[in-house]
């Protein structure tokens, strides 16, 4: 199988966009909520009036585009995030996120990762050791209120267990995890594979299911624990630790069942640490 390999890693290389400073086409849908509009108002879609004194129609939570109820069936995924709708930066929905701010990831990854990186990396369990909550919540509470203007900076918080806490918190908190629930049967399908590299096609299939914010923020954020597995001698953290840290923080189980989420665990972690393993083929 190791024709498979090298077939694989060429078809992901070509699959795989350069890393350009160009900020991807996200798609994203309206998160249409009735409304009941003041004074005359017409629909945004087909310019017809909206009647009727109380909701008369939807509005979008994140650009504020105003339509009736059943011409929002037909309006394009083109929601276009206002800054003045979306108000905070923790929970809420990642590609709402980016595309508010125009970024290619959301600016709590960048930000934490390059904070790690520059003075966290031979820190003892990093990941693992947690920083203490109120301070993680300080942390979120500034990037709510500051977003990339948060100083999360050594003069403000010394212990870098609060950052790397913060970036967790960050994953935890989002409504649609990294690791969708769409996406999430085939990533748990690609651990339970024991070819090498039947796991991998699998692996590489289930990326594909993301929406391309989440890919690309899932890319980035396993480049870095790739990173921090190069300091295992100083910090400790290998792939495995990071995949247990990780596996439950990047993936919920979309299934109500708690016996089935708990048997997911394993395989949770498995993921993660697959995917920090063969990041360079993956990605």
Same mark, same amino acid.
């Given at each position: 199988m190791r024709g498979g390999r090298n077939r694989l890693t060429s078809l992901v290389r070509r699959a795989t966009l350069k890393e350009n400073e160009q900020i991807p086409k996200y798609e994203k849908v309206h998160n249409f909520k009735v409304h009941t509009f003041r004074g005359p108002h017409w629909c945004e879609y087909c310019a017809n009036f909206m009647w009727g004194l109380i909701a008369q129609g939807v509005k979008c939570a994140d650009c504020g585009l105003n339509v009736h109820k059943q011409c929002s069936k037909m309006v394009p995924n083109d929601c276009k995030p206002d800054l003045k709708h979306v108000k905070k930066v923790y929970s809420c929905d990642l590609t709402t996120l980016v595309k508010a701010h125009t970024t290619k990831r959301p600016m709590v990854v960048d930000m934490c990762i390059r904070e790690i990186e520059s003075r966290g990396l031979n820190s003892e369990g990093l990941y693992r050791v947690s920083g203490f909550s109120d301070l993680i919540e300080d942390v979120k509470m500034a990037f709510d209120r500051d977003g990339e203007k948060a100083d999360i900076s050594v003069n403000v918080? &010394? $212990?870098?267990?609060i950052i790397t806490g913060a970036l967790k918190l960050y994953f935890r908190d989002l409504p649609i995890p990294l690791i969708t629930y769409d996406a999430y049967p085939k990533f748990i399908e690609s651990a339970k594979i024991m070819d090498p590299d039947e796991q991998l096609e699998t692996l590489h299939e289930a990326l594909k299911l993301l929406p391309p914010a989440h890919c690309e923020t899932l890319r980035y954020l396993m480049a870095h624990l790739k990173r921090v597995t190069l300091h295992e001698k100083e910090n400790l953290m290998n792939a495995e630790n990071l995949g247990i840290v990780f596996g439950p923080t990047l %993936?919920?189980?979309? &299934?109500? $069942?708690? %016996?089935?989420?708990l048997n997911d665990i394993r395989y949770q972690r498995l993921v993660v640490e697959l995917l920090i393993k063969n990041e360079d083929i993956l990605f």
């Open positions: 918080y &010394e $212990d870098i267990n %993936m919920r189980s979309p &299934e109500l $069942d708690a %016996m089935a989420a």
